[in-house]
């Protein structure tokens, strides 16, 4: 496993009517974060918000290249960002604890926090396709470049990790400062990783590893 500390590029936030930041995802153009009873969208270049969609947003979030997916307790919404409207729900499989969320490969990959385990989805009916586990809480959820990545959170410890999908072994870890959190996690395609950060109410972008892990220490 290589390990390293992560490299904060950017902080957004904090922004107005936004106490807390949880999942996040990017449609290419904006970044998304739920914020509870909204979803909002922020212009990267700028960091200012653009958009605000009434939804009950308390988790992950996922972008299929068209519409927006998010955790509503113990639901998934599929969501036209376009318009708001809710078009469709399945069930969460945590039936409520459910954290992060991302769209890869035509299927939803939902983060279960306390259960450590990755559940990939049928974006149609719900069902479970398939289970990894995790060997630390779960939170944000994201595919890039086929790596698996996602964010654990406990206490004042919290990083970012690539796992092997089959296995759940951790490849790569990035340590987050003392105090920083992750709660939602999106690749951008960038090269960096955006990283709600729960209470603080900011998201910030991390440096992503270049494909074959990241310079540090062995663990």
């Given at each position: ?7 904060i ?5 904090p ?5 807390k ?56 919404h ?48 719900g ?81 992503r590893?270049t ?9």
């Open positions: 496993m290589k390990r390293s500390p992560a490299e590029l950017r902080e957004y936030g922004f107005p009517n936004a106490d930041v949880h999942g996040v995802t990017y449609d290419g153009r904006h970044v998304w974060f739920a914020a509870g009873e909204t979803l909002i969208a922020v212009d990267p270049e700028s960091g200012n918000p653009v958009r605000t969609i009434e939804a009950a947003a308390d988790a992950g979030t996922a972008f299929d290249g068209r519409y927006l997916f998010q955790i509503a307790e113990d639901r998934i599929k969501i036209d960002p376009e318009t708001g409207r809710v078009l469709s729900t399945i069930p969460a499989p945590g039936g409520g604890g459910d954290s992060g969320l991302a769209w890869a490969e035509g299927s939803l990959w939902v983060g279960q926090y306390r259960e450590r385990k990755i559940n990939q989805v049928d974006p149609e009916t069902e479970i396709l398939r289970t990894i586990e995790s060997e630390r809480v779960v939170t944000g959820v994201t595919w890039t470049d086929g790596e698996l990545w996602h964010g654990t959170w406990d206490g004042e410890e919290s990083d970012i990790r690539r796992i092997d999908p089959e296995t759940g072994e951790v490849l790569v870890q990035l340590d987050m400062p003392a105090g920083t959190g992750v709660s939602g996690l999106e690749a951008d395609g960038n090269g960096r990783f955006l990283c709600g950060g729960g209470g603080s109410g900011t998201i910030r972008a991390v440096r590893p494909r074959g892990g990241a310079a540090g220490q062995k663990a």
